[in-house]
């Protein structure tokens, strides 16, 4: 069965650091990979996805992923972040099986940015 | 609004009430989610609708939980006799289609408390 972990619960940058949220999956096929961030008080939203194609995958507010599949990896990356990217980060996986259509989350990443 | 929309924001409510848990989706999104979000264990996945019914029930956690869609627009999720481990924000979606490639688009969530 799919599963997604996010072995990190807390990370702490400061504004302008760069940073990487960990994500590994264990899937047999190709799967299909998400990020979402949750922001206080807000819905989740859409970072990136990544279906098939350049293992390197631009979003939204400056954040991209690496697809590396020997490694079963999805790691989202920032430059350099600003205080308002703290927030709560899901990474997901989706596959396309008949039985298994639907995407599985992460237990999330909280990130928190000092000032 | 033209996005997902959650009512009510927050429930309160007394072990061994029911609670009914509404949710409108974006107009034309045919597939709809239902999601529990725990503190420090991510998102929990119901049950999902494509258009009204529900192939897949297989992620609630009891029978006291249920959940209906009508005319291919608003679900509520039903919880009877409600236990304080039903204590959670409760996230809904939609997507244009059911295939897990397709974004999800999230709700606000409901805040249920059981006291």
């Known amino acids: 069965a799919q599963s997604v972990t996010q072995p990190d619960i807390h990370i702490t940058v400061s504004e302008g650091a760069s940073l990487e949220l960990r994500c590994n999956y264990s899937?047999?096929?190709?799967?299909?990979l998400f990020w979402y961030v949750q922001s206080p008080g807000q819905g989740l939203q859409l970072l990136l996805k990544?279906?098939?194609?350049?293992?390197l995958v631009q979003g939204i507010k400056g954040f991209e992923a690496e697809f590396k599949r020997s490694q079963s990896s999805f790691n989202l990356r920032k430059p350099s972040v600003h205080w308002s990217d703290a927030a709560e980060y899901f990474c997901a996986v989706g596959a396309v099986m008949n039985r298994d259509d639907k995407i599985i989350f992460g237990k999330g990443t909280r990130l928190h940015i000092l000032p | 609004g033209a996005g997902v929309s959650q009512s009510p924001s927050n429930k309160v409510t007394e072990k061994g009430k029911d609670v009914e848990l509404r949710c409108d989706p974006i107009s034309g999104h045919t597939a709809l989610y239902w999601y529990r979000q725990s503190l420090g264990q991510g998102l929990e996945f119901l049950i999902y609708?494509?258009?009204?019914?529900?192939?897949?029930k297989s992620g609630l956690p009891s029978d006291r939980f249920s959940a209906e869609r009508t005319g291919g627009s608003v679900s509520t999720l039903t919880i009877q006799r409600t236990q304080q481990e039903d204590s959670a924000v409760y996230l809904c979606?939609?997507?244009?289609?059911?295939?897990?490639?397709?974004?999800?688009?999230f709700g606000p969530g409901t805040r249920l408390t059981v006291l």
């Open positions: 979606a939609s997507s244009p289609g059911l295939a897990v490639g397709y974004e999800q688009f």
């Open positions: 990544y279906f098939s194609g350049d293992t």
């Open positions: 899937y047999g096929a190709t799967p299909y």
């Open positions: 609708f494509q258009g009204n019914s529900a192939p897949d």
